[in-house]
């Protein structure tokens, strides 16, 4: 498939963002890009968001019991020096 060549103007640290976050998967900024785009039109990333927010809500009290609410409930000992 042909490349077409874009420009877009963003802040430096969303610049840098999306530089180390291709740069961790491997991919150039460009690919990057056009995987964040595919994966939105797709709804690909919708459809993550709706299941990581059914699985909160379906087990958030699993979470409250696992982490207390205050430093004040924690109990003596339990917290690294």
Do not use: C, N
């Amino acid at each position: 498939m042909a490349k077409t060549q874009l420009g877009a103007r963003v802040d430096e640290d969303v610049a840098e963002l999306a530089r180390k976050r291709a740069a961790d998967l491997g991919l150039s900024v460009g690919d990057y890009l056009a995987r964040l785009v595919q994966d939105d039109a797709s709804g690909l990333r919708a459809r993550a968001v709706d299941a990581a927010a059914r699985f909160l809500a379906e087990h958030q009290a699993i979470f409250d019991e696992a982490e207390p609410a205050s430093p004040s409930q924690t109990p003596r000992g339990s917290r690294a020096a």
